[in-house]
């Protein structure tokens, strides 16, 4: 019997993926579509950095959410050096920031949905255990 149970959010659902559980398309998506939005507990840089972590997406200078839990399912896309998604950061006319992820290409149902972590964010967990992403386990075959 599996541990988790799938969790669902819009058009995506989160089951196994490349590495552990992922996130992925229910629906079909078009290039430039809405697909989530992250979410978190909106921290400032100091109490993300005493933290620490890996669900943190720093937004600015002085915003990080914190996705660490589970309620927050676009914490769950994976890594990718070659993603079908991006995180875009749009601000409000009232000066809330939002993550918003868009997909960067058609994305076809059932197909996983990623986006790049960023250099930092590789270096640091990534890098030191190797990246599973479909692009980079495709190279080593």
Known sequence: ????????EGNCIVKRGSAGLGLFAIDAFRKGDFVI????????????DAKGGKYL??????????????????????????????????EYPD???AVMIYALRDIAPGEEL????????????????????????GARR
């Not at 990623?114 to 386990?137: L, N, Q, S, W």
């Open 37 to 48: 939005e992250y979410t978190g507990e909106p921290l400032s840089t100091a109490q993300a």
């Open 114 to 137: 990623t986006f790049d972590y960023g250099a930092e964010y590789v270096e640091e967990f990534i890098k030191p255990h190797g990246c599973r992403c479909a692009a980079c386990a």
């Open 57 to 90: 997406f720093r937004v600015d200078d002085a915003l990080t959410l914190d996705g660490t839990g589970r309620e927050h399912v676009a914490r769950y896309m994976n890594h990718s050096c070659d993603p079908n998604c991006e995180a875009v950061i749009e």
């Open 1 to 8: 019997m599996p541990r988790h149970r799938n969790i669902t």
């Open 95 to 97: 000066g809330e920031k």
